[in-house]
């Protein structure tokens, strides 16, 4: 049976929750859908996700904290979380090194820290890159104070995966508002606000001109390249008005790797396929949001249309030749 990678499988520590819970916009908007099971689940490192990993035939989990990470956290608190989380991610992968591998937590509200905990996190703990949930407060991604954050990744040849937050308040109150709550929060997260939120993150480090400034460095985008992936034709337009190094459409084939985050779509998958090729698709589940019995992730890889040597590549190939180094 082809082997299983799953790369966007998330968690969250008690220490993560009560900081938080002290922050005005700790875990703004989104807190409500991390209730119940959810949360039971997110806080869960043990036997429990290894039977669901199991039940749902996924092999491996690479683990990540659930958004909005340290985002939202006042710098110093941030800092201490991050290593205090990343020791624990590198703990857990010990204790089951065939089941798990480890996304670093960043503390991005302390822009003097960042690198360097990336850098300790893949060079000393063997994490294999880290998880970002796009802008940290005012800032988008391309701001230049997270500039040492790409140069590190470049040099350490690792991805970033760029996962959705809840857009910023004055923008929901625009766009997401007016249905009530339950519905605002919706349309503002998993109905569609959180894919803008992503995609436009990468869309604004290319037009900045990062991949320019680290050609080699590598990001990654969930739910099938959270909507800018269908608008690439479109995003070409921009070429007319930039001072780019390479047209847009290279930057999507060469700097960005997409994966599913759950989202069964035979058709998203050869629009990626279209646009991507077989090599710039990663598997992804989104644990434990979009954890359901009956094996579906399995399923959906083997009922492509995909030739055996591609559901290969797309189940594990491309993520081990992505990290394989350093998996070494």
């Not at 047209?247 to 700097?255: G, S």
Request: with cysteine; glycine share 6%.
């Amino acid at each position: 049976m082809t082997k299983l990678i799953a790369i966007e499988e998330h968690f969250v520590t008690p220490d993560i929750q009560a900081a938080w819970a002290t922050s005005a916009i700790g875990q703004e908007g989104t807190e409500r859908l991390d209730q119940g099971i959810i949360d039971e689940r997110l806080n869960d490192l043990g036997e429990q996700r290894l039977a669901l990993m199991d039940e749902s035939g996924v092999d491996v989990q690479v683990l990540s904290v659930t958004t909005p990470a340290l985002h939202n956290l006042e710098p110093a608190q941030s800092v201490m979380l991050a290593r205090q989380t990343n020791d624990l991610i590198a703990k857990t992968v010990a204790e089951h090194p065939t089941r798990y591998q480890g996304f670093a937590t960043l503390p991005m509200p302390s822009p003097e820290h960042i690198a360097p905990e990336l850098e300790r996190s893949v060079r000393e703990l063997g994490l294999l890159g880290a998880m970002l949930c796009g802008r940290t407060r005012d800032k988008n991604l391309d701001h230049p104070d997270f500039r040492p954050m790409f140069e590190t990744a470049a040099k350490l040849r690792v991805p970033l995966y760029i996962h959705p937050q809840i857009p910023q308040r004055a923008v929901r109150d625009v766009y997401y508002s007016g249905f009530g709550d339950p519905v605002d929060t919706a349309f503002a997260t998993f109905g569609l606000g959180w894919h803008y939120e992503a995609g436009i993150q990468f869309v604004r480090l290319i037009l900045a001109g990062v991949f320019d400034l680290y050609p080699n460095l590598q990001l990654i985008l969930g739910h099938w390249g959270e909507v800018v992936l269908f608008y690439l034709e479109r995003l070409q337009s921009l070429e007319r008005v930039t001072k780019l190094q390479r047209p847009i459409t290279e930057y999507f084939r060469q700097n960005l790797y997409v994966t599913p985050s759950g989202m069964w779509s035979q058709d998203y998958l050869q629009r990626a396929l279209q646009i991507m090729g077989p090599e710039r698709i990663l598997f992804s589940v989104d644990y434990p949001y979009q954890y359901k019995p009956g094996r579906p992730a399995r399923l959906f890889l083997e009922n492509t249309a995909l030739t055996d040597e591609q559901k290969a590549l797309f189940a594990h190939g491309n993520w081990e030749r992505i990290v394989g180094s350093i998996i070494r």
